[in-house]
């Protein structure tokens, strides 16, 4: 069967450059997924993507004409049903027929064209066809139409369109954004589809400003690129384009030299890729007296404003130029430079007028502003929240440090919150924090406190560093303690799709700060504290937002490589320091790799289901009452090895601790072949169970082991 490669592009209006990189992957994706499906591209076809400001495109190689013809069986009816006792078709196999656009001459006929064979345990009649390949044109017609749906559309744009018919009129047409142009070619061949309004055709439009034709008419599918590049002066691929935005940005910047280097912003090259088709990368610069303002404010107007690129020096403090990405290549860049730079002097200026003005009023002063500021209706105010955020922090800190320890931390979250009624951060909201810092520094308060109040937001994201001192640690879990306990005392849980409050996000901050920072403290006691702040604004729901923490701990382990029985193991225990927990784990791998461990898990799961009818088992034995070997021998080895076990798991060996329970195997064994558990004797029952319970709690302080047990 003869192939060519195929080209697809829509030919539109500028796409909204956040969703650009989306939308393209996503038309492209759909489109040739349903070439293939149909049978006219194989799972050997290669897909090129193509989305500029103007354009979605694909280019899927290896696309056949028309499909090929498909065998295909149809089962009708059972036997029993199709025919009667002479074996000539009834009715209702003729009307099926009749249904399925079969024409028969007469009911001996019908049976001719059928098939019998065994569906089940009864025998079915089948007709075989042959169902006719899909041409391109239809084919394509579909996949179309299916890429054009399903696009992951941000805000779907109404327009009109006018009609190509006789009677003059226009029609309404919903797409991302009004589109003017659709080619389709198959090699050199048109395909004659249509699209919301449009025919294809094999012309496009190159470059507002600088096509050196238009349009630009495609030769041939392959030359769609080079030829929009050429005579278009558009580089049409999204990722080509994105790769040569970054070898200008680090040529410009080598050419300033002194270490100079662009800032690194995946998400801001990848929106400045969509907003140009020819990128051309200009160096521009701004007074030096703006270098005073706090090197935060100015990188953030620039990228969130004017979508530039601040240059840093090789100590990463930033200079006074910027990289522009302009669309155009004028012969003299200097018009270009200088409106970039006259446009961005306002922008610098404004960030300078903040800065001095709210420095004229101390962070101190500002907190009876807070007052003023809901943070939530049932929970009150920033105010009220920062009250909360102060006992909470005043609990911790006492937990791990001395009355210094207690102060900082007390000052640092009365403060935190403070930069919140700036007008810096008033207008860039991200500097929350960042500006709290500075703040705090010119009111001479010391570099730790200035730093807590800055840190106390981390982790920001996942990966993001952890706050640098312990007086930041202290009132960032202070913080993400307050919001967990309090939106789920009210109720306000996440769910599978929306979590405004970003609980998943302050839930796994809490488990990096115990972890990573190795802190002495107990889950439960931690939440426990946290409740008495909310007074009766909220229920007691720290059991629920334990259970949050072990679920997001969970999944970050399985995450590290770590296999859901082993978590399930330890975290089955609750355990309290969440700083040993991967400690717990490697024993359990440890003791997992043993071969005493299958017998003493599958032990361990017995025990539990005996223990668990039993109900509320004493663990004291009577050493008179054990009259069987094999119970005396078990008694004699959990006397002699648990005493060793708990010495090694107190001094946080738990893999030591494990292996010493290995030996308990083989009269473990004994104990489950040689002993009745459940004698009618009440004082024999009873004590055997509290072995069996001793034997429980020796063996399960690192993990629950049963969970072990296959």
């Given at each position: 069967?003869?192939?060519?490669?195929?080209?697809v592009?829509?030919?539109?209006?500028?796409?909204?450059p956040?969703?650009?990189?989306?939308?393209?992957?996503?038309?492209?994706g759909?489109?040739?997924?349903?070439?293939k499906?149909?049978?006219?591209?194989?799972?050997?076809?290669?897909?090129?993507?193509?989305?500029?400001?103007?354009?979605l495109?694909?280019?899927?190689?290896a696309?056949?004409?028309?499909?090929?013809?498909?065998?295909?069986r149809?089962?009708?009816?059972p036997?029993?049903v199709?025919?009667?006792?002479?074996g000539?078709?009834?009715p209702?196999?003729?009307?099926?027929?009749?249904?399925l656009?079969v024409q028969?001459?007469?009911p001996?006929?019908?049976?001719?064209?059928?098939?019998?064979?065994?569906?089940g345990?009864?025998e079915?009649?089948?007709?075989?066809?042959?169902?006719?390949?899909?041409?391109?044109q239809?084919g394509?017609?579909?996949?179309?139409?299916?890429?054009?749906?399903?696009?992951p559309?941000?805000k779907?744009?109404?327009?009109?369109?006018?009609?190509?018919?006789?009677l003059?009129?226009?029609?309404?047409v919903?797409?991302v954004?009004?589109?003017?142009?659709l080619?389709?070619?198959?090699?050199?061949?048109?395909?004659?589809?249509?699209?919301?309004?449009?025919?294809?055709?094999?012309?496009?439009?190159?470059?507002?400003f600088?096509?050196?034709?238009s349009?630009?008419?495609?030769?041939?599918?392959?030359?769609?690129?080079q030829?929009?590049?050429?005579e278009?002066?558009?580089?049409a691929?999204?990722?080509?384009?994105?790769?040569?935005?970054?070898?200008?940005?680090?040529?410009?910047a080598?050419?300033?030299?002194?270490?100079?280097h662009?800032?690194?912003?995946?998400a801001?090259?990848?929106?400045?890729?969509a907003?140009?088709?020819?990128p051309?990368?200009l160096?521009c610069?701004?007074?030096?007296e703006?270098?005073?303002?706090?090197?935060?404010?100015?990188?953030l107007?620039m990228?969130?404003?004017q979508?530039?690129?601040p240059l840093?020096?090789?100590?990463d403090?930033?200079?006074n130029r910027?990289l522009?990405?302009?669309?155009?290549?004028?012969d003299?860049?200097?018009?270009?430079?200088?409106?970039n730079?006259?446009?961005?002097?306002?922008?610098l200026?404004?960030?300078?007028?903040?800065?001095?003005?709210?420095r004229?009023?101390t962070?101190?002063?500002?907190?009876?502003?807070?007052?003023k500021?809901?943070?939530?209706n049932?929970?009150?105010?920033?105010?009220?929240?920062?009250?909360r955020?102060?006992?909470?922090?005043?609990?911790?800190?006492?937990?791990?440090?001395?009355?210094?320890?207690?102060?900082?931390?007390?000052?640092?979250?009365?403060?935190?919150?403070?930069?919140?009624?700036?007008?810096?951060?008033?207008?860039?909201?991200?500097?929350?924090?960042?500006?709290?810092?500075y703040?705090?520094?010119?009111?001479?308060?010391?570099?730790t406190?200035?730093?807590?109040?800055?840190?106390?937001?981390k982790?920001?994201?996942?990966?993001d560093?952890?706050?640098?001192?312990?007086?930041?640690?202290?009132?960032?879990?202070?913080?993400?303690?307050?919001?967990?306990?309090g939106m789920?005392?009210?109720?306000?849980l996440?769910?599978?799709?929306?979590?405004?409050?970003?609980l998943?996000?302050?839930?796994?901050?809490?488990?990096?700060?115990l972890?990573?920072?190795?802190?002495s403290?107990?889950?439960?006691?931690?939440?426990?504290?946290?409740?008495?702040a909310?007074g009766?604004?909220i229920?007691?729901?720290a059991?629920?937002?334990?259970?949050?923490?072990?679920?997001r701990?969970a999944g970050?382990?399985?995450?590290?490589g770590?296999?859901?029985?082993?978590v399930?193991?330890?975290?089955?225990?609750r355990?309290?320091r969440?700083a040993?927990?991967?400690k717990?784990?490697a024993?359990v791998?440890?003791?997992a790799?043993l071969?005493?461990?299958?017998a003493l898990?599958?032990?361990?799961k017995?025990v539990?289901?005996?223990?668990?009818?039993?109900?509320?088992?004493?663990?004291?034995v009577?050493?008179?009452?054990?009259?069987?070997?094999?119970?005396?021998?078990?008694?004699a080895?959990?006397?002699?090895?648990?005493?060793?076990?708990?010495?090694?798991?107190?001094?946080?060996?738990?893999?030591?601790?494990?292996?010493?329970?290995?030996?308990?195997?083989?009269p473990?064994?004994a104990f489950?072949?040689?002993?009745m558990?459940?004698?009618?004797q009440?004082?024999?029952?009873l004590?055997?169970?509290?072995?069996l319970?001793?034997?429980?709690?020796?063996?399960?302080r690192?993990?629950?082991?049963?969970?072990l047990?296959?």
């Amino acid at each position: 069967m003869t192939t060519k490669n195929l080209l697809v592009e829509l030919f539109v209006e500028e796409l909204p450059p956040k969703a650009l990189q989306k939308l393209g992957d996503a038309f492209a994706g759909v489109l040739c997924e349903q070439l293939k499906v149909q049978g006219l591209a194989t799972a050997d076809s290669v897909l090129t993507p193509f989305a500029s400001p103007r354009r979605l495109a694909a280019q899927v190689t290896a696309v056949a004409g028309k499909a090929a013809d498909k065998a295909v069986r149809q089962k009708l009816m059972p036997v029993s049903v199709g025919l009667d006792a002479a074996g000539t078709a009834t009715p209702a196999l003729l009307k099926k027929l009749q249904a399925l656009g079969v024409q028969v001459s007469d009911p001996a006929a019908a049976v001719a064209l059928l098939q019998r064979a065994q569906d089940g345990k009864a025998e079915a009649l089948f007709y075989d066809s042959v169902l006719p390949g899909a041409t391109l044109q239809e084919g394509l017609q579909k996949a179309l139409h299916e890429a054009i749906a399903k696009l992951p559309i941000p805000k779907v744009m109404t327009y009109q369109l006018e009609t190509d018919c006789e009677l003059p009129g226009w029609s309404s047409v919903q797409f991302v954004r009004p589109a003017h142009g659709l080619v389709a070619l198959h090699g050199s061949d048109v395909v004659p589809v249509k699209a919301l309004g449009l025919t294809a055709g094999n012309r496009t439009q190159g470059h507002r400003f600088e096509a050196a034709v238009s349009p630009v008419v495609l030769r041939i599918a392959d030359s769609y690129a080079q030829q929009l590049r050429d005579e278009g002066a558009v580089i049409a691929s999204f990722a080509e384009r994105r790769a040569e935005i970054a070898r200008q940005l680090a040529a410009a910047a080598a050419k300033v030299g002194n270490g100079a280097h662009a800032i690194e912003d995946d998400a801001l090259l990848d929106e400045v890729t969509a907003l140009v088709e020819r990128p051309n990368v200009l160096v521009c610069s701004f007074e030096q007296e703006f270098l005073g303002v706090p090197q935060e404010c100015l990188i953030l107007t620039m990228k969130a404003n004017q979508k530039y690129f601040p240059l840093l020096d090789a100590a990463d403090k930033l200079t006074n130029r910027f990289l522009v990405v302009s669309n155009i290549t004028p012969d003299d860049p200097s018009l270009v430079i200088g409106g970039n730079e006259r446009v961005v002097r306002p922008r610098l200026a404004d960030a300078k007028f903040f800065f001095d003005q709210d420095r004229k009023k101390t962070l101190a002063s500002r907190v009876e502003g807070l007052g003023k500021v809901v943070y939530h209706n049932k929970l009150g105010t920033q105010g009220e929240r920062v009250e909360r955020v102060r006992a909470i922090a005043q609990a911790i800190a006492h937990q791990l440090g001395d009355s210094a320890l207690v102060q900082q931390a007390d000052q640092a979250a009365l403060l935190a919150k403070t930069d919140l009624v700036t007008d810096m951060v008033g207008e860039f909201p991200e500097l929350q924090g960042t500006m709290g810092r500075y703040y705090a520094l010119n009111d001479g308060l010391s570099e730790t406190v200035a730093d807590a109040i800055e840190d106390h937001y981390k982790p920001r994201f996942s990966g993001d560093t952890l706050p640098r001192s312990t007086v930041g640690v202290v009132v960032a879990l202070a913080d993400k303690l307050e919001t967990l306990v309090g939106m789920f005392g009210i109720g306000n849980l996440p769910t599978g799709d929306r979590d405004p409050f970003a609980l998943r996000r302050h839930a796994l901050g809490v488990i990096r700060m115990l972890v990573e920072k190795n802190l002495s403290l107990d889950l439960n006691a931690l939440l426990a504290s946290a409740v008495p702040a909310f007074g009766d604004k909220i229920t007691d729901a720290a059991p629920q937002v334990a259970d949050f923490i072990y679920d997001r701990l969970a999944g970050n382990l399985r995450e590290q490589g770590y296999s859901a029985q082993e978590v399930d193991a330890v975290l089955a225990l609750r355990p309290q320091r969440l700083a040993l927990v991967e400690k717990q784990l490697a024993a359990v791998r440890a003791f997992a790799a043993l071969p005493e461990s299958p017998a003493l898990a599958a032990a361990n799961k017995r025990v539990s289901n005996i223990l668990k009818k039993a109900g509320d088992v004493d663990p004291h034995v009577n050493p008179e009452l054990l009259q069987e070997a094999a119970e005396q021998d078990l008694y004699a080895a959990l006397q002699r090895f648990v005493p060793e076990a708990n010495a090694q798991f107190e001094a946080g060996d738990f893999t030591a601790s494990l292996q010493t329970l290995a030996v308990l195997r083989a009269p473990v064994d004994a104990f489950f072949d040689d002993v009745m558990v459940n004698a009618e004797q009440l004082d024999l029952r009873l004590n055997r169970q509290g072995l069996l319970k001793s034997l429980h709690l020796a063996m399960n302080r690192v993990a629950d082991l049963s969970r072990l047990a296959v």
